[in-house]
């Protein structure tokens, strides 16, 4: 018993150590932004002050980060790529798992193989090749375009896996009871295999946005002479280093900590709707009622 | 196939197969063809290319053989990402047995969305948030310099930083796979193995261990990959002082696209580092006996 509870002193002490390893960082981050210090340092402590975020120097300088108009320009350009890596992302990862979950033979295999091969290639191969073949084949440079295209590459791929362990659960019998009660493939579609996946889609928009937000090592190869937020971060950090830079961190940690509640309300209301099944939708409880009734129909008979 | 269009309909059907590989051949297959091609030709200029002299050449892989510096930065590569992999597996496989096994309740959830929120704080403020800690005004120097203890700010950059600055930045992606493999794991037989006399070193290595497998490779994978094709980390940590002689790989293969303008050469090259992670992620596969399916959740 006494080495039991040795082993768990050092269980806690070793998980508080963890923990600080993980946030201290980030904590003097966040502290450095609100410094006077001209330098992004927490220590010496030179009072608060928010003219990281919007004031002025001596001199009557702007020293604030949303007074930047190329910060709120790089800021733009990440919204609208991370838009279009939703637009374009989800419908691809979506046919990918509809296509193999309907494929059975070593096709199967092979596509797959093929599918989720982005997601374990190195970033920035897949920017170089996406920026090799849009160049020389369609002769389109980096920009914008590109950059959606090279990040959807692989945030498809992750789409695609979470609409693949979405439809592991999902009864297949359904889909053939709505086909053979009369449903167009579209009325299908739309009353039984959309509303059950809608949970899945809804965390597949969120992903692809949030990795398309902080996606660096692909962007840089594909986005030309454009500007996002993390290529304008990086930029600041190498050259001009102001505390600007920690004001944009803490920015992103108060987006980052609502996200993640986002994300985990999301993921709790999936598994709820795993729980407790008939929450799927109104087609898929039609179907279920009418194929108990022409079950327990025949077993009269 | 047939069912596919069975449950789907001609049109449907047709619709979802040709998303499906639009995606795999214009965004997948085809760059990745594109570049190998051109890692395997000469660089010419724009009028040449197509002509007699643009065949087939190995000689951007045998510059890179012949370089010395870039050899040596391609093997410090690779070791220094090993090394980070092996790192990140250590520090994280007791948090991730104590999320799995021991934590109950609000703990765990507690534990667990402590640990998602700087998993989706971004990769450059992750690692800007050590640089300001290794800074020559940062938090190290200051409190070696308070405590007397330096006289001189110490130039702490290198390769040593560039790794803190990794494992740092990687380490989340090491614990989920673990907590996910962990998590499934029947307690009961931790309890067994405890109640027939094993010792805790034992258990971990017999029973907890094995069941990881699949974990500790995605892990593992997930981890080597992100650092040896990084770019973000070694470009901030460099800026440290001393930092400069810490390059990495990715930063050759950057400069070959937009400094020196020899994109040939600069596809050999990431198309080395392509095959070096290919073949760490198969080597993983064949010690740990899984699939590609266990791989990639």
Redesign the interface.
Known sequence: MNSRGL?RLF?AL??GL??A???L??V??VA?AFNASR??????WEGFTLQWFWGFDSRGRPTGLFQDARMAAALWNSILIGAGVILLSV??GL??A??LS???SR?KGL????????????????G???????Q??FEVGGGLFLAV?GQ??FI??YCM?LFMARLERFDRTL?EAA?DLGA???QM?RRILVPFLRPAILSAALIAF?QS??N??TT??VIGAEDTL?IN??TR??LGLTPA??A??VL??AA??L??IG??VLRRRENAARLERPAAGPGERLIRRSRNRLTAGGAAD | MSELFRRFGRLGGGLVLATALLWALLLIVLPQLWMVDLSFRPNLPVAARGGPEDGWTLANYAALWANPLHRTIFWQTIWSSLLVTLLALVVCYPVAFHLAQEAKGTQALLLATALVIPFWVNEILRTFSWFLILARNGLVNRLLLALGLIEEPLALGGVGAVMIGMVYAYVLFMIFPLYNALESLDRNQIEAARDLGASTWRIHWRVVIPHAKPGIAVGCVMTFMLAAGTFAVPQIMQSLPGGTNARWFTQIIYSYFFDGGDWNRGSAYAFALLLLCIFFIMAMMRLFRVGLRDIAK
């Open positions: 082993l269980t070793y998980l963890f923990f390893y993980l946030f960082p980030l003097f981050m450095a330098f992004p340092t927490m220590l010496p419908p691809l046919a990918g509809l296509l309907s494929l059975q096709l596509l797959y193989a093929v599918l989720v091969s982005p997601i374990l290639t190195p970033g920035v191969i897949l170089i090749s996406t920026l090799i073949f849009w020389r084949a295209v959807s590459t498809a791929s896996l889909e086909l167009s493939h579209l579609v949030l937000f902080e660096y090592n840089l190869f993390t971060i990086a950090v190498r830079v920690n944009i961190g992103f940690i980052t900590v996200a993640a994300w985990a």
